[in-house]
């Protein structure tokens, strides 16, 4: 009996060990996961699918004097979208969204001890610009430039009124009128409107020559001031040559577009309330999604389009007087890279490259042609794609809904603001874009389709590449899948905005083909902008590498 007593008194202190040990080991785990995840903190996560709301946004009382150039953005939250793939998730994550190497580019557009502030100007500059948004910021700039050349003082360019967009905008509507001109006060003289004096004055109305050097208007131009007080522009784009003008003139250019030639307060504070919104789905891809009726109009694409789709789109082209190429023919535009992407393409595309479904795309574009039926392949892909309409509340948006320079800047922030920027067209929002992000440090800029005047040999067989393998998904004879994946992404490790000099022209071409196949000035602001910094020493004595 003493034995049976003893041997249930051990069991009984065996369990109670246990029991003891068990308890203990609970109460050390629920320790840690409030030591890691307290509730205070957990409640504070971002749903990544909820906006701020209006009181919750840092834009919404911006301060008039503050640039959108260099924002003081909210942290983004921790992003709640991670990439298929299991333990190598957060590798691929990070890659995908990596900034490529910037090599210590840095933006150096100060004038030389040698500039001299603007002289008594001989006449005024009258300006109308031509052109949707982004083409009028170009032509600006470079007038800006060439009343410098010409010593003129430049009265505020007049906006495009009679453009496909019909907006009735005026400059300080789109831009910070009182900024740009105390911006260049120490580079040309600007005044709002010509002097009362001079509104019945005889003028010189001219037709600028296209990609002029600086001979040209020191001498033809400047010449024109022993008859006349006022000379006017009557077209902005392209006027002045991309390369070969003396360094000033082009650092001239830089603090013009990407220092003075800041969007109006009201635009501004919208543009960051946007790019806030935005950045509550985590890193996010704005999506220049070119697929809209003027372009498609314009360039006489039509592929995979209704035959009524393609008829109205030809009649536009036709009946637009300044559109001077009627007949097109769409198989052959398209074979030769001339075509945006489709909705369809770029859903491909972007899944080929490894995004996942649940990355975040901005729609920086207008009405797509086509609707939401147009956008359903690329909507299966990709659910959160989201733009300004979505972001915003009608009332928010109601100021520039009925103005498309307006609305066309507001993409414009997003755009540039975004940790990834992909164009599915090389038109001119593209390309301002790209070489504004190439300014602030060599932003990420993934480039699926270039025009064939503005690229080397090698990026046009890239593009026709492409254009094959959609055609071959599209009849069967390709799968999506890994062997496309790598084919894309193979096909794009070198187009994605890391630092390069600006293309010269293609060789062989001659006449204005060859100042036509120049890289755009505004493309790529590097060597005349962008100077690189290195450390000389262990003191960091920074050098700057002309």
């Given at each position: 009996?003493?034995?049976?007593?003893?041997?249930?008194?051990?069991?009984?202190?065996?369990?109670?060990?246990?029991?003891?040990?068990?308890?203990?080991?609970?109460?050390?785990?629920?320790?840690?996961?409030?030591?890691?995840?307290?509730?205070?903190?957990?409640?504070?996560?971002?749903?990544?699918?909820?906006?701020?709301?209006?009181?919750?946004?840092?834009?919404?009382?911006?301060?008039r004097e503050r640039s959108w150039i260099r924002p003081l953005l909210s942290k983004a939250p921790l992003p709640a979208l991670k990439l298929d793939g299991g333990a190598n998730g957060s590798s691929d994550f990070n890659k995908l969204w990596k900034r490529p190497p910037n090599r210590d580019f840095a933006p150096c557009v100060d004038p030389s001890l040698s500039y001299i502030a603007p002289l008594e100007t001989r006449g005024y500059l009258l300006v109308h610009t031509n052109g949707g948004l982004n083409q009028m910021r170009a032509g600006i700039c470079d007038m800006v430039?060439?009343?410098?050349?010409?010593?003129?003082?430049?009265?505020?360019?007049?906006?495009?009124?009679r453009s496909f967009w019909q907006d009735t905008s005026n400059f300080s509507d789109v831009f910070d009128e009182d900024y740009f001109i105390k911006s260049l006060v120490n580079d040309v003289k600007i005044i709002k409107k010509l002097p009362r004096e001079l509104m019945t004055a005889t003028r010189a109305v001219k037709h600028f020559r296209s990609w002029s050097g600086i001979d040209y208007y020191e001498q033809e131009i400047a010449s024109l001031w022993g008859d006349y007080q006022v000379i006017r522009a009557a077209k902005s784009d392209s006027r002045l040559a991309n390369n070969n003008l003396p360094p000033d003139i082009q650092k001239l250019r830089c603090r013009a577009c990407y220092k003075a030639l800041r969007f109006s307060p009201r635009i501004e504070a919208m543009?960051?309330?946007?790019?806030?919104?935005?950045?509550?789905?985590?890193?996010?891809?704005?999506?220049?999604?070119?697929?809209?009726?003027?372009?498609?109009?314009?360039?006489?694409?039509t592929h995979d389009l209704s035959i009524e789709e393609a008829n109205e789109l030809t009649s536009i082209r036709e009946n637009t007087s300044y559109w001077k190429v009627k007949d097109i023919d769409?198989?052959?535009?398209?074979?030769?890279g001339y075509c945006p992407l489709t909705p369809k393409e770029v859903g491909i595309f972007l899944r080929a490259l490894g995004f996942p479904p649940t990355t975040p795309i901005y729609i920086a574009a207008g009405e797509i042609?086509?609707?939401?039926?147009?956008?359903?392949?690329?909507?299966?892909?990709?659910?959160?794609?989201m733009r300004k309409e979505k972001l915003a509340t009608g009332e928010e948006l109601d100021p520039f809904i009925n103005h498309a320079s307006q609305m066309a800047a507001l993409d414009y922030i997003v755009s540039v603001?975004?940790?990834?920027?992909?164009?599915?067209?090389?038109?001119?929002?593209a390309r301002a874009v790209e070489g504004h992000r190439r300014f602030l440090g060599h932003r990420k800029t993934i480039s699926p389709d270039r025009?064939?005047?503005?690229?080397?040999?090698?990026?046009?067989?890239?593009?026709?590449?492409?254009?094959?393998?959609?055609?071959?998904?599209?009849?069967?004879?390709m799968k999506e899948g890994k062997k496309l994946s790598g084919r894309i992404i193979e096909m794009h490790k070198r187009r994605q905005g890391s630092p390069r000099k600006r293309k010269g022209p293609i060789s062989g071409t001659k006449g204005t083909d060859r100042f036509r196949s120049e890289e755009a000035f505004y493309v790529n602001p590097l060597p005349d902008c962008l100077c690189q910094e290195s450390t000389e020493n262990e003191n960091s004595n920074t050098v700057v590498m002309r």
């Open positions: 009996m003493q034995k049976k007593r003893w041997r249930k008194l051990g069991l009984m202190r065996r369990v109670l060990t246990c029991a003891i040990a068990l308890i203990s080991l609970v109460a050390l785990f629920s320790a840690h996961l409030h030591l890691f995840f307290p509730p205070s903190q957990v409640s504070m996560l971002p749903d990544p699918y909820k906006l701020p709301a209006q009181h919750e946004s840092r834009y919404q009382k911006l301060s430039a060439v009343a410098r050349i010409i010593n003129a003082t430049l009265v505020v360019p007049e906006l495009d009124k543009g960051k309330l946007l790019v806030d919104r935005m950045r509550s789905y985590g890193p996010y891809i704005a999506l220049h999604l070119r697929y809209e009726k003027d372009m498609l109009a314009f360039s006489g694409c769409s198989t052959e535009q398209r074979a030769k042609y086509g609707g939401d039926s147009r956008m359903a392949a690329l909507q299966s892909r990709f659910p959160t794609l603001e975004s940790d990834i920027f992909i164009p599915s067209y090389s038109g001119n929002m025009q064939v005047i503005f690229v080397s040999i090698m990026v046009l067989v890239n593009l026709k590449l492409l254009v094959r393998i959609f055609d071959k998904i599209a009849n069967g004879t």
